[in-house]
């Protein structure tokens, strides 16, 4: 050879999807967090919160992203790649906004369904003594 370098083998090569990216691509769903009963006036901090922690998140490590999220009248649900991101999204608006915070493990399997219901705004909102921590039930399904 007279100093040309011989090119890899195109199919050595093979390019691949991080695990988030795969995750994305296949809709693979491991947490759905559900809120209800939160008031218009708030929706604009709930987006901007949620967006924050999802972000961090992701850097942390590209498996934790929101895949999806539907918003109806007083209830939105929100779909994660990881179950981790679902509980900490759940746990970081219950201790902003006060509410019961349901989360359910399906056993066997990395998949956690959360429901968080804002307070009623007909008291004084979470209780000043334990800010709402009380409330938090952790229930294996």
Known sequence: MTGRHRAPDAHLLE????????R???GRIDGVLTLSGLAEAYRDELSRMVRNIAVEAWLDDPVHRILGSCAEEDEIILETTSP??????????RRRFGGNLDVRWSPGADFARLHWQAPSRAGQGPCRQCNGRARLRHVRT
């Open 15 to 22: 390019w691949t999807l991080c695990a988030g990216c795969d």
């Open 24 to 26: 994305v691509r296949r």
């Open 84 to 93: 981790w991101l679902a509980e900490t999204l759940g746990k970081a608006i």
